[in-house]
């Protein structure tokens, strides 16, 4: 079974301490849906360099067993609730996709 991803980039944050709400309850949210962090640029000391229309801003990668794994973990409570503490002035790409198996 392929596994499932959720990739987000965020290309305008304004003041990213205010994304702290949204980790304190997005983190909770996304390990109890079976999801693993395998990189968190740059808050979390690691490298990037960006070619084409590449950004430097912080781009998340989370990978779940399985693609429906994924989607329900987006589409549960515990996340719903981290959306609502997504503050204003930020611009962010998010996309669950399925990996290769």
Known sequence: MAKGYWVS???AISDP?????YDKLAGPAV???GG??????PSRGGRVV????GITQRVVLIEFD???????????EAYQKALVALPDGFERDFRIIEGID
Not at 17 to 21: F, G, Q, V
Request: net charge negative; proline share 3%.
């Open 9 to 11: 980039v965020y290309p």
């Open 17 to 21: 301490e205010r994304l702290t709400a």
């Open 31 to 33: 390990q109890a849906g």
């Open 36 to 41: 693993h962090v395998l990189s968190r640029i």
């Open 50 to 53: 960006a070619h084409e229309a």
């Open 66 to 76: 399985s693609f429906e794994q994924a989607v329900a973990a987006y589409e549960s």
